[in-house]
């Protein structure tokens, strides 16, 4: 007599039932935790497909007919992001909301269903984000409240776009509001000394220190930087990609994200192309002639097909948290109090304004989307060049009226009557 075959563990397991089969399948909810169910059908099969239709609801994955608003937060939370954000948005994108998801929204209302949800209890929510530790012993930061709220609001504009909701309570609720930081830059001081520490020390990192402060790239421009985007003939880079850490969707994989360049940058007024200083060549090409001895010295084990500009030193992705710890150790090696990355772009726009270069051309060079974020951003530097605004003034008026007065001549303004002077001053 032939033995049925053994289900595997997380199966679920049949009974005999009168005229068909009980089904008693485990399950696991949106906030991962694992029940049971238990399903009745004539046959196996349609036993399996029922247990699989309720899975599917638990996991916020629902046919058109069976999306409405008495489902919970946490089941459309899962059904928005599989329908409405895997693949129409970045990949980094999907990954941000999918970690903002697991980490904040389900867990804090994704019990609540999602016609309860109110103004009120959102602000509480967001209340309550905002005493959550980050896990350095501190707080989360209100900018990352911020785009909780950020992913809530995108959520629920899509449940009132398709007709699930009647209004976004989201529009009403409060929040955090985030307090503008002072941009950190390099004072000319320091500019000057780890421009001429990195240049002495020589290195493929220190040489990346130093194209970050000549052109003011973001981390993930700079890293995910190949060769075949730099052309010395014409002297330019172009900067049309990023290196991100995306999902690795191998479930064998020793990671859960992985190193990919997308073939995208911030914005899309971040792609652009930026001429080459002589300085930023000669730093470019020291570069290669580095990559080229570790090349030979390597043999196959380099990655010649990644084709970077700053890689480790057998080629591949640089590690932007090893990038990191490399940067403070030569900040406290040249005496320098400790700067992040990202204020090498702000110092780099700086010492273009101090040339007085327009600021039009500047936020192009950033690769801002718009001008009003340089104006934005920099705000604190703008004010030393409006002296210059001033001084203009100046020599317009005395062009005007001929004089050597700085300001419109005594004699051209209108004079008041002595007994009208006597009379103010009483």
Not at 57 to 67: A, C, K, Q
Request: glycine share 6%.
């Amino acid at each position: 007599m032939q033995m049925a075959k053994r289900r595997r563990n997380g199966e679920g397991c049949f009974s005999k039932n009168g005229n068909g089969f009980d089904y008693r399948y485990p399950y696991k909810d949106a906030l991962g935790n694992t029940h049971y169910g238990y399903a009745y059908g004539k046959t196996k099969e349609i036993c399996i497909a029922k247990a699989e239709k309720r899975k599917a609801e638990e996991l916020g994955i629902y046919s058109d007919e069976d999306v409405n608003e008495n489902m919970l937060t946490s089941q459309w939370a899962n059904n928005w992001f599989e329908n409405y954000v895997v693949g129409h948005v970045k990949v980094t994108t999907i990954s941000d909301d999918r970690s903002i998801l697991d980490k904040h929204i389900i867990p804090g209302i994704g019990h609540r269903p999602l016609n309860t949800l109110t103004a009120h209890r959102l602000t509480l929510f967001y209340k309550e984000c905002s005493k959550k530790s980050n896990g350095r012993g501190g707080t989360l930061d209100p900018k990352t409240v911020k785009n909780i709220r950020a992913v809530v609001n995108r959520m629920l504009e899509c449940a009132c776009d398709i007709g699930i909701l009647k209004e976004n309570p989201n529009l009403r609720a409060k929040y955090p509001k985030c307090t503008k930081k002072e941009t950190q830059i390099l004072c000319p001081e320091d500019y000057d000394k780890l421009v001429k520490y990195c240049i002495e020390q020589g290195t493929q990192w220190d040489m990346l220190i130093v194209f970050f402060l000549c052109i003011g790239t973001r981390l993930g421009e700079a890293l995910g930087l190949q060769w075949s985007k730099v052309n010395f003939e014409k002297r330019e880079i172009r900067i049309c990609q990023q290196l991100q850490a995306v999902p690795d969707n191998n479930k064998n994989a020793k990671y859960k994200y992985k190193k990919e360049i997308i073939d995208s940058t911030k914005t899309k007024t971040s792609n652009r192309t930026i001429s080459m200083s002589q300085p930023v060549e000669k730093i470019l090409r020291h570069v290669r002639a580095l990559q080229a001895v570790n090349k030979m010295k390597l043999g196959q084990k380099y990655h010649r097909d990644l084709d970077l500009v700053f890689p480790r030193e057998d080629g591949y992705f640089t590690c932007d948290t090893t990038f990191r710890a490399f940067v403070n150790k030569r900040l406290a090696e040249a005496g320098i109090e400790h700067h992040k990355i990202h204020s090498f772009r702000h110092s780099c726009a700086t010492s273009l304004f101090e040339e007085k270069i327009d600021i039009k051309k500047v936020s192009a060079w950033l690769g801002h989307s718009c001008i009003g974020i340089t104006l934005d951003t920099y705000t604190h530097i703008l004010p030393h060049h409006l002296e210059e605004v001033a001084q203009a003034q100046d020599n317009r008026f005395k062009r005007i009226f001929s004089s050597n007065e700085k300001d419109i001549p005594d004699e051209m303004l209108p004079q008041r009557e002595t007994s009208q002077q006597d009379d103010l001053g009483a």
